[in-house]
């Protein structure tokens, strides 16, 4: 089955710790990841995709076929961070995570 | 304007009211999307249109009709709805179906609520 599966809703951090934001894939193929943010009061809109190998915003996300994961990543967490992530799997349609509730204190 | 606008950003209604939902997107795309988003689910996939045509359905009860008349505007037609289908409803495009790049675009979207 293709599944994505983030498992903690929230995650709450004191500005300049390290974030890591937990995903979790199930797909039989090759998979192609993507990390999408809402900030508050705007739209879902794509932070960064596996293949690209980008940093946006500090944040990195590397794919681990072993493990299956896909972990958002970023080593100084900024209060304007937070927001909500979702993690997306690509197949012939994009499958969402449950998300992830980043709060991250003054 | 650009990007995806959808109307109308907010919406109550009875069970027995017939009403729809409207997208447009201003980005040249070939595909568009209806998602559902729930409280405490993921963002469910509903609907896919590529080039006008449907090509996906993800299992949606009959009370939700989609149309897309041009590559440009997808409506979503509402009747006889239950008070569980109450949720944000997420239009979105892409250049094309599954998106090569897997980068959607999304509108803000329709706060439904059925009373």
């Known amino acids: 089955a293709q599944r994505v599966t983030q498992p903690e809703k929230l995650l709450s951090v004191f500005k300049g710790a390290p974030v890591e934001l937990k995903c979790n894939y199930s797909y039989s193929g090759s998979p192609e990841l993507f990390w999408y943010v809402q900030y508050s009061r705007q739209r879902l809109q794509l932070l960064l995709r596996?293949?690209s190998r980008e940093s946006i915003k500090g944040f990195t996300a590397d794919l681990n076929k072993g493990e299956t994961s896909f972990h958002l990543k970023k080593p100084f967490a900024q209060e304007e961070d937070s927001a909500m992530y979702y993690c997306a799997l690509n197949t012939d349609k994009l499958i969402f995570g449950t998300g992830t509730r980043l709060q991250v204190f003054p | 304007e650009t990007g995806v606008t959808q109307t109308p950003r907010h919406l109550v209604m009875g069970m027995t009211n017939k009403k729809s939902l409207k997208c447009e997107q201003h980005l040249g795309h070939n595909a568009m999307y209806w998602y559902k988003q729930s409280a405490k689910k993921p963002l469910e996939l509903m609907f896919v249109?590529?080039?006008?045509?449907?090509?996906e359905n993800n299992s949606v009860p009959s009370r939700f009709s989609p149309e897309c008349p041009n590559s440009s505007h997808l409506f979503l037609h509402l009747h006889t709805l239950q008070p569980e289908d109450s949720a944000l409803y997420l239009c979105?495009?892409?250049?094309?179906?599954?998106?090569?790049?897997?980068?959607?675009?999304f509108g803000e979207g329709s706060r439904l609520t059925v009373l």
């Open positions: 596996h293949i």
């Open positions: 249109y590529n080039f006008k045509e449907q090509t």
């Open positions: 979105a495009s892409s250049q094309d179906v599954g998106g090569r790049t897997g980068e959607l675009f």
